[in-house]
């Protein structure tokens, strides 16, 4: 994996009064695809090499960062104690086992996984939506969300501002980036064969190339998957409307990177398509785009290593007192994942993680 290569820069390790203004930062699970998009980001924001911590299930391996090659550790409490920020790219279960020892010590962690999302103490953030969440946090965690939770909030948190929401209706068009290398994986197998069958490793509920699949992990005794009920809990939690009426049926698609959701919403308040619109035009990580055929509608391929989501297709619903649909497109890797993380530790402490955002892609 080779990470800001083509920069051109090279660490100067003479200069430790340099260094020493950067935090040292910790990636847990950084060979993984969103380890991966973690020290990009990193990389894009010039942190030194020797300021970044790569951490994995075993010792033995090396991540290519800015031309350097970055050991990969197994995570010791010794190493948490050098850390000031730990993300974690890794399972539930790890990060629980990481929670439960050396994550303890370090100032901050931000973990990407579901195991501490929908805990009463832990702040689930989405920094356009409730930044304050992430610096009033009690203890030293902050979850990241489901990465459609992520992008549907920072269409929706304008609106909630605006008129309020009463219901949120959505269907999901989640790329296969999403379950990780082995999605990938299946998705690239599948592809160009003739036959109808799914990939032998394929973690997906049926052949993904060529096909939609609509069942996104497993589903509960009344039907709903794993990854509905993530959003449906979720929305409420970041959106602070524990009661907001929520309803997802979540789909995989023949896409590499990008998830786009399809979104029908009832406001609480009336408001127009034009209060709307102006809204979102100045909202924070979105770029709107008008559904006058003035510009492209939001596609996984145009936001595919970029930053804001795209919001567009924007209309109000015949017949439906105060309802609107609008179609979001998003990075699932960046703002579903890694830069979402990033900028919630941004949000935590400003001074002294600033920089490890870099200039918007
Ligand atoms: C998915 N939400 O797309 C998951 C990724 N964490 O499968």
């Given at each position: 994996m080779s990470v800001g290569a083509d920069l051109g820069y090279r660490p100067d390790v003479n200069s430790t009064e340099a260094l020493s203004s950067w935090p040292t930062v910790g990636v847990a699970g950084a060979r993984g695809m969103v380890g991966g998009v973690f020290c990009s980001i990193l990389a894009d924001a010039a942190l030194p090499a020797e300021c970044l911590r790569a951490f994995g299930h075993e010792e033995g391996n090396t991540v290519e960062y800015r031309g350097a090659s970055v050991p990969v550790h197994v995570l010791t409490d010794e190493r948490a104690r050098e850390l000031d920020v730990l993300f974690l790219a890794v399972d539930g279960p790890q990060s629980r086992e990481i929670m439960a020892g050396p994550g303890v010590s370090v100032p901050l962690v931000v973990d990407n996984s579901s195991a501490f999302r929908l805990?009463?103490?832990?702040?689930?953030?989405?920094?356009?939506?409730?930044?304050?969440?992430?610096?009033?946090?009690?203890?030293?965690?902050?979850?990241?969300?489901?990465?459609?939770?992520?992008?549907v909030v920072v269409a929706l948190a304008p609106i909630r501002d605006l008129a309020g929401l009463e219901s949120v209706d959505l269907a999901s068009y989640q790329a296969v980036s999403g379950a990780g290398r082995t999605g990938v994986d299946a998705f690239e197998a599948e592809r160009g064969t003739s036959h109808r069958d799914r990939a032998a490793d394929s973690p997906f509920h049926g052949r993904i190339a060529d096909s939609v699949v609509p069942q996104i992990d497993v589903l509960d005794d009344a039907g709903w998957s794993g990854e509905e009920n993530k959003i449906h809990a979720e929305l409420r939690k970041i959106l602070e409307l524990p009661s907001l009426d929520v309803a997802a049926t979540t789909v995989r698609v023949p896409v590499h990177t990008g998830h786009s959701a399809a979104l029908h919403i009832r406001t609480e308040r009336q408001t127009t398509i034009g209060e709307l619109e102006a809204a979102l035009r100045r909202a924070p990580g979105l770029e709107y785009r008008p559904a006058d055929g003035s510009e492209r509608h939001p596609m996984p391929l145009d936001i595919e290593g970029r930053d804001p989501v795209l919001v567009g297709r924007l209309r109000a619903i015949p017949g439906r007192d105060r309802g609107f649909a609008l179609w979001v497109s998003s990075d699932n890797l960046r703002k579903g994942a890694a830069l979402n993380a990033i900028q919630s530790a941004v949000a935590a402490d400003p001074d002294r993680f600033g920089r490890l955002l870099p200039p918007p892609r």
């Open positions: 805990a009463d103490d832990v702040p689930l953030v989405v920094p356009e939506a409730n930044a304050h969440a992430a610096r009033n946090r009690r203890g030293n965690l902050i979850a990241n969300p489901n990465c459609t939770t992520a992008a």
